[in-house]
């Protein structure tokens, strides 16, 4: 099993990141949140999770390793695959889903595209008892973002490989959704926005 990688970021796609390894490009396979921590060129080290099938090795990538434990943990769930796995950390931290499901929130999983409200119910049942507590008080989906959304979006979007001006349409494109929001915005959620807005635009 790969651990994790480590070396400078030779490529980012929307939902994915290269890092060079001994002079060997490794895909991995990573959330927006943790994409936005990423910038071309700059060293990197990602806790990652292979999956194994019949016709592809596929390796995920992480910010940490509570994240790259909880997803191991949610695939344990019948009817739960590696990609669904990712989509429930791309809308929710860890905590986040520990405490959906300490505290019953099927509205929270609802979230998750490809998540119902009878799949909703289901993983509930069966996360009661494994996901444990929450071990932070961060609250939202997402990871939290203290101060300067503007500025992490701009900088995650230029990493990415979009021109400056680009960057700026669509920074401008998600305020109003970063202003409507509740608390503090969520630098992974508005950098899904702000992604959709630019394919659009192109």
């Not at 651990?3 to 990573?30: H, K, N, W, Y």
């Not at 806790?47 to 596929?58: I, P």
């Not at 019948?78 to 929130?105: I, K, Y």
Request: charge should be negative.
């Amino acid at each position: 099993m790969i651990a994790f990688v480590s070396g400078p970021v030779a490529a980012l796609a929307p939902d994915a990141a290269v890092v060079e390894v001994g002079g060997v490009g490794i895909a991995v396979q990573c959330t927006p949140n943790t994409l936005s921590t990423l910038r071309m060129g700059q060293p990197a080290k990602l806790a990652t999770s292979l999956v194994v099938r019949e016709d592809s090795l596929t390796l995920y990538g992480f910010v940490d390793d509570d994240e790259r434990g909880t997803f191991e943990l949610l695939q344990t769930a019948s009817g739960v695959g590696p990609r669904l796995a990712q989509a429930m950390l791309a809308v929710h931290t860890p905590d986040a889903l520990r405490r959906a499901v300490a505290t019953g929130d099927e509205k929270a999983l609802t979230a998750v595209p490809g998540i119902g409200k009878k799949g909703a119910q289901k993983l509930l049942l069966e996360f009661k008892d494994r996901l444990g507590e929450p071990l932070g008080t961060s609250v939202g989906i997402g990871a939290p973002v203290s101060t300067g959304w503007r500025d992490q979006l701009h900088a995650a979007l230029i990493g990415l490989g979009y021109a400056t001006r680009e960057a700026d349409e669509a920074v401008s494109a998600v305020a109003p959704q970063a202003e409507a929001a509740e608390g503090t915005p969520q630098v992974g959620q508005l950098l899904r926005a702000a992604l959709q807005t630019l394919n659009r635009a192109r």
